[in-house]
């Protein structure tokens, strides 16, 4: 790595625009300068943090999460997904053996072994002058064994909430008779104190600094396939966090966590008590310009280190004034078509940041390697754009894995036969000559549903002279559902790597898809 923490070494000529994605390991320093902080996204849940983060995968969940802990000011503890579920799971899955362990059981569960951590990093932050020196050295008298199995470690969160399931875990096994939740709690010891007592005196020490701690943990993607399994723990965690959210003055404790909103439907149903459970919940949906900002920042970050003539005199948040600097205004497509070249991009993506990021960087790279220059030539565009279609479309499909296992093969079954313009009654035929009910069990409905929540078709909303216009599902408020009524639109992105008649060359001049939301429409 180079200066400025390995931020340089993050911006290449095979990613001219940095990495695509975010690991939930990264280190604030480099989430700070990969992240607009000026987005509308970040600006609302700024002031207002949401307890659960809702998107699709590649929407910036992780990045809008680990946010959080730019304010120094934060006391933040990050666990992964997957260590956190495997541990609670484990926990309640023996207490739950002994005793009947409820929703409430099992939040009470998630708040006793959260404080682990949260313990630890307090014990180890810098003392503040509010701070009562008693508390501290409790604090730091009982989080000893826990420092002591967390040292050194990159892991620190996890290992400390691994280190206090097991003793949990042991005190169950060794205990003769439980005869209640409230005498499990009691009895449990990290130290030489009864847990809760610690628990109370760090809920002290974060009051008397007016501030709360952040317990963040990111998404576990692949959680569908496990849903069954820890029901009890999801319910135990969406108890807590209505709890806390109905908790009166500020709370000592907040919890932030991403869900995939490709599963929200199926999780939205677990808990029993959604509006209070799930009151502090945001969906992340992009607006166009905030994608523009999004890769205009990255775009400014590699010139800068590389071709800084080209950044001379366009202010810092100008970023579509940036981008005019490396791109031409219009691109030809494969159909002859001349369209302007960030609509031509946008279109083809379903406006998450990672997609977008993923097109400029590939036809920056093709531009770089062939000129060694960053004006970016129009044939990388729309070749960028083209390749990338075989990565971002199975993506999409391996997103919606859980609810939808067929939808890819019947999209590539299915999508030759559709238009980009067709009525319900058309599907209903096609999906008979593609032998969708008899290879896949799909009736067309299904299929249209299917469809619609993936984002491969959407509704007709109307036409210009050069365009179809249509809304699909991912840039809708709430659930969309397509009437028999209407008239449907394929979404560009899939047409031409799945074969749709009308992206074939036929020398009829057919009118592409722009999706709303996309941006301005010519």
Known sequence: MTGDNGIDSLFTTQHPLGPVAVSDRQSVSVLKALYNARVQLHMESEHDPPTFIVGRRGSGKTALLLSREFDPCNLSVRLSAQGVFSRMQAAAGLIGGRMILTAEGAAQLWELLLWAPIVTRLAGSDREHSDSPRAVQ????????????????????????????????????????????????????????????????????????????????????????????????????????????????????????????ELWPALDVISANPIKDFSGRVVLRWHWQDLLSAVGR????????????????????????????????????????????????????????????????????????????????????????????????????????????????????????????????????????AGVSKSFGLDYREVREMFTDVGIIGKYTGETSRYLKADFAYSAEGQMILSPDEKYCLHPLFVRYYNSRDALASGRRIKPVYPSGTGNLP
């Open 298 to 433: 990255r775009l400014r970050m590699f010139l800068e280190r590389c071709y800084p003539e080209h950044v001379k005199d366009v202010g810092v948040e100008d970023h579509e004034g940036l981008l005019a600097r490396v791109l031409p205004p219009e691109v030809r497509t494969p159909a002859g078509i001349k369209e302007d070249t960030i609509g031509y991009v946008l279109r083809h993506s379903q406006l998450l940041p990672r997609q977008v990021l993923y097109m400029f960087n590939e036809a920056m790279h093709r531009t770089l390697v062939a000129t060694d220059s960053p004006v970016i030539r129009g044939t990388d565009i729309v070749s960028a754009v083209a390749e990338a279609e075989g990565t971002l479309c199975p993506e999409v499909f391996s997103a919606h894995q859980f609810r939808y296992p067929q939808a890819h093969d019947v999209a590539r079954r299915l999508i030759p036969f559709l238009p980009f313009l067709f009525d319900d009654s058309y599907l209903h035929r096609m999906c008979n000559q």
């Open 138 to 261: 409790v604090l730091w008298h009982e989080s000893a064994g826990m420092r002591r199995a967390a040292d050194g470690s990159a892991t620190e969160d996890d290992d400390v909430l691994d280190f206090a399931t097991l003793r949990l875990i042991e005190h169950v096994q060794d205990s003769a008779a439980l005869v209640s939740l409230e005498h499990l709690w009691r009895s449990f010891r990290l130290g030489e104190r009864p847990w809760i007592e610690v628990i109370e005196t760090a809920k002290e020490v974060l009051k008397s600094r007016r501030t709360p701690v952040f317990v963040l943990v990111d998404s576990l993607e692949n959680i569908g396939e496990h849903i069954t399994q820890i029901k009890g723990v999801l319910q135990g965690l969406f108890h807590l966090a209505g709890q806390l959210g109905l908790r009166r003055g500020q709370p000592s404790l907040r919890i932030q966590c991403c869900f995939p909103s």
